[in-house]
């Protein structure tokens, strides 16, 4: 039995609600962004990229959000339904925002920035309107990401789909996904932050997204402490990640388990959240032990780190098995494991 149970007569194994954007990645990398000039052009968007993880994956999954009107709203669009996503409740903007554009900048394998263009933008504009019952009725598990909280009138639509959540036992997970854009100041952050994670089965976030979310309820606390805490609100499982130092799962027995990252060539140093996030989830979707999932997580971040793109490497459960069997072959059963 898993920390959490999820009802398996659900028709979809998950609905993420919040960003959709385009990634612009450079091809002629190891560089500043101002002397790049060829760039390769992916569907982004943490909740996107988790999405299409999962459905790589093999998992059902549905999704919630606004995308602009426009040859880019249709680029994502079309590759989400090549992925096997539904995409039934994506809404098109009626007043010309536009996606979000992200230019990344790879100037070593460990060094990477972002260059974000935020203003008028499609995902913010998810409306309660936008938000069906009946949907959310009929998935397993809804993603929150945090960024659908920064500003109305999507932090309502995310409030309102939380609700329908709740009443209807669905399992939801809370992505923290913290960027600065948007947001007007700390206390905004820390109040929407806590309010969703103190309705949350699940949640995922770095010590630095865990000290944001806490900011007015006790600043400073340890790893052990914020867990505590939230599992005292009801959180089955949460998970505080420390990049290249790795990432520890707390679970309501008051037991943790950690991993490390796996050993890789790194391309890039972004990326790997989305891909530990999605083949996590899916390893708790299956019923694995916590072990298993974080190790399953683990391997999906290190192929997406040595990898160019985000959305378009997810791995499949196949790619991610032999992945780990390879690294264990090279360096040993316990290569991951603390």
Not at 133 to 160: D, H, N, V
Not at 204 to 223: H, K, M, Q, V, Y
Request: net charge negative; hydrophobic share 40%.
């Amino acid at each position: 039995m898993g920390f959490v149970d999820f009802d398996e007569s659900r028709e979809f194994d998950m609905i993420p609600l919040g960003r959709v954007a385009v990634d612009f990645n450079p091809v002629d990398y190891y560089k500043p962004l101002s002397e790049s000039t060829t760039f390769k052009k992916y569907l982004g968007g943490s909740p996107a990229n988790i999405a299409v993880g999962l459905a790589r994956l093999g998992k059902k999954v549905g999704f919630i959000a606004r995308v602009s009107d426009d040859q880019m709203g249709d680029f994502v669009t079309n590759f989400f339904q090549k992925e096997g996503i539904d995409v039934s409740h994506i809404t098109r903007c009626t007043n010309g925002e536009k996606l979000g554009l992200t230019f990344t900048e790879i100037l070593s394998e460990t060094e990477s920035s972002i260059l974000m263009y935020r203003d008028r933008i499609a995902d913010l504009q998810l409306s309660v309107d936008d938000i069906d019952e009946e949907y959310i009725k009929r998935t397993k598990a809804l993603l929150i990401s945090g960024t659908a909280l920064a500003q109305s009138p999507s932090r309502e639509a995310a409030l309102k789909a939380l609700a329908f959540a709740k009443r209807n036992g669905v399992k939801v997970i809370f992505d923290i996904d913290y960027r600065p854009y948007n947001w007007k100041n700390a206390d905004e952050i820390a109040i929407y932050y806590s309010t969703v994670a103190g309705q949350s089965d699940i949640i995922l976030g770095s010590r630095e997204e865990f000290d944001l979310t806490e900011a007015l309820i006790e600043p400073g606390r340890t790893d052990e402490q914020t867990a505590a805490y939230w599992h005292k609100m009801g959180a089955k499982i949460v998970v505080i990640k420390h990049g290249k130092e790795g990432s520890t799962a707390y679970t309501d027995d008051g037991r943790d388990y950690s991993i490390r990252p796996f050993p890789v060539k790194l391309l890039k140093s972004f990326g790997g959240g989305d891909g530990y996030a999605s083949a996590f989830l899916y390893g708790l979707l299956e019923g694995w032990d916590i072990m298993d999932a974080l190790e399953f997580g683990s391997a999906s971040a290190a192929m997406l780190v040595a990898s160019h793109a985000c959305s378009q490497d997810m791995p499949s459960a196949e790619a991610v098995k032999e992945f780990i069997a390879k690294e264990k072959a090279e360096y040993g059963d316990m290569v991951a494991r603390v």
